[in-house]
């Protein structure tokens, strides 16, 4: 490898790379109550039949449907009111030929009847009898056991994130414990001679290691567990002997800072010499993060992240976040409609390089105005002002202010 | 209050009320690792000037730039080398006038020099000396003691949820802890004589209380903290004195199925009673949810909502969600924009009502595809095939099979 040029690869074979990476086979078990956004490692079947009893789906009167069947206002049907269903008891009575009785909305529906008639389709005649003012039909206002989902029904598919609606569903059928794909661990490991962990006084000459903050809440975003692992001296065998044991403790390893000048040549010695290891990407057409380093290590990805805290928040964004989800078990969310909104000024791209742009969002009366953050991505002020992330592919050289473009938000 | 009739509250009356309640007082320290998400209940100013010390934005020499104002590729300025500085350590020797020091990204600028110039812009003369082949200005490639962040910039404002960039920042400016917004405590409870526990077996006639975990998953989705208080039985008294502790607990209480018809009329009396308690809704213009309940109980919302699954969860993602971001601090977030699809049905609004209908999506070679999913909102079955949900505002009818509309993502 030339020491000064970087080999670039464009980000159609970066991705490509990244795609011999597999998902986890690892699964647990989980509750309902612990599993909101986990992801379901095998499809899922209903246990039971629901409803598991036939239901009154409105506060009525149960019948025998052929008892009402001609039923009207002019001509009404009298019939003995014989008791009350009450809600989560089985009815003691049964409904015979010209009775009826109260029962409210979800309650189970006695033996005989076969039908429920509104109660505003209904006169009281005395306390013992009622009047049916409408037809009833078989089955009205019925639902009818495992009518809503039989048994065996295969009511959600792997690999989607468990919404607040599916751990409804998922309960109603009687699912207790259900099993998720394990949470990928991915190890932080920080290389730089200079930093000192951010709650740490940084002597003179020192600064604070604030990307394996950065990155390690940006893997919990999405969807993996950070492994924190601290800091590791700039020489070759403390790096190699960190990194050994970072891969044999995780799904994935990010050495933050490991692609940055200094660093970086112990980094590629480093990937290189691992067993089973596999120099993949020694340089990405991505700006900023071009000198992103990444190598297979007996199956596992090793990422060497740019030093820069723009540098390595983009490159986490743009590649890492979609290989942690795709290890993770998830199947490809819907493709989120970023926000449409117009340049305040013209931003061009680095040449040749898919480009993300930071930039800040203002509202407006004629929508979303698209600020671009200015500053290099050494300067931490510009931070705090990113709003979200402007893409620009690779050949098109900008945007003139005042273009309609589309954004991908971070807040 | 009539029993039969309801008085309904436009949603615009019912949003009015909500805002009648105040973000809570409550604040706690975190630490950064703690901090993602979290919501600052004061504006940030950073404690330390940020670099803290003038840095070097290249690889390079730092120089004096008086030395090589006139240097050119056809008249080099010679310097003497003198040493190297390292990461992370203050530089021992002072710069003088034609002089020069090796120096990487990110390290300390020695005394003396005041601009680096790129080592491409130079040419090793054997072991101590460089030639320096293009001009050099004072400053140039340094970024200067507090040019990043003075001390005591307001670096966020309160009110923001922390992004991981946003961690970052903090803990470049040697933030350690800060001070958030309590999460706001929301207690639910069940009301329903015919529930069980999700994880318990039914008995005849009785169902899972799905409803709880839902709400509860979506509390948490909200930003707040969900108490599950468990079930209260359909009695007015001991409605009366559940809903009492539970509102001495809690900054918020979802009488879940608290409007249903049967233990709807408790809970208006206990509302009523409820000492301070003020009802403010007996019913909303909204599909479902219509026949919700909102009562201010000593400046705390109290929901009674519906019992069926589909009107719950509605209830609080168009009502209760935004109420609770609110109150836990939160500024309003960016409007998010839904995704464009084009409806493949007929859809049809309640008369007179705001409507939220269940959608499927599917992508097509021509965009997406917005499906209404079939269903009364007491089908579990519906609960896993909704992808979005479709707003149809009170006034308007309905919208035709083909027409482009925009839906709230819920994966």
Chains 1, 2 share one sequence.
């Not at 295969?154 to 998922?170: C, E, V």
């Not at 969807?223 to 070759?236: H, S």
């Not at 203002?362 to 105005?369: D, F, L």
Request: aromatic letters at 2%; proline letters at 8%; one cysteine or more.
């Amino acid at each position: 490898m030339g020491k000064t040029f970087l080999q670039l690869k464009s980000m159609e074979e970066a991705r490509r790379l990244l795609e011999a990476f597999s998902p986890l086979p690892r699964t647990e078990q989980v509750t309902l109550r612990e599993a909101l956004g986990r992801i379901p490692a095998e499809p899922i079947e209903t246990p039971e039949a629901l409803p598991a009893f036939n239901r009154s789906l409105m506060d009525g009167f149960a019948l025998r449907a052929s008892d009402a069947a001609s039923a009207k206002e002019t001509a009404p049907v009298f019939l003995d009111l014989i008791g009350q269903v009450q809600m989560g008891l089985a009815p003691r009575q049964s409904v015979g030929p010209g009775q009826a009785m109260a029962i409210p909305t979800g309650a189970m529906l006695p033996s005989g009847a076969d039908a429920v008639v509104m109660v505003e389709h209904t006169r009281p005649i005395g306390p013992e009898s009622i009047e049916v003012c409408r037809a009833v039909a078989p089955g009205q206002h019925i639902l009818g056991r495992g009518e809503d989902l039989a048994q065996g029904t295969r009511i959600l598919p792997a690999g989607r994130r468990l919404t607040p609606l599916d751990l409804g569903a998922l309960a109603a059928c009687g699912l207790v414990t259900l099993s998720v794909c394990a949470l990928p661990r991915v190890a932080i490991l920080s290389t730089g001679d200079e930093l000192v962990d951010p709650d740490e006084k940084p002597g003179p000459a020192q600064v604070r290691d604030t990307n394996a903050l950065t990155l390690a809440a940006q893997v919990t975003q999405a969807g993996g567990q950070p492994l924190r692992l601290g800091r590791v001296p700039d020489d070759a065998s403390a790096l190699l002997n960190a990194t050994g044991k970072a891969v044999e403790q995780a799904d994935m390893v990010l050495l933050s800072g490991g692609s940055s000048v200094g660093v970086r040549d112990h980094t590629t010695t480093v990937l290189d010499k691992l067993s089973g290891g596999k120099l993949l990407l020694e340089g990405i057409a991505l700006s900023p993060g071009k000198p992103t380093l990444l190598a297979d290590i007996g199956g596992k990805p090793v990422f060497g992240m740019p030093g820069h805290p723009i540098s390595s928040f983009v490159v986490f964004h743009v590649l890492v976040a979609s290989l942690l989800r795709r290890m993770s078990g998830a199947h490809p969310p819907w493709k989120k409609q970023g926000l449409r909104g117009r340049l305040t000024e013209n931003v061009e791209s680095a040449p040749g390089r898919e480009s993300w742009l930071r930039v800040r969002l203002e509202e407006t009366r004629e929508g979303w105005s698209v600020i671009p953050v200015r500053g290099g991505s050494a300067v931490y002020s510009s931070l705090a002002h990113c709003d979200a992330l402007l893409r620009l592919p690779a050949g098109l050289e900008g945007h003139a202010a005042g273009d309609e473009v589309e954004v991908e938000v971070l807040r």
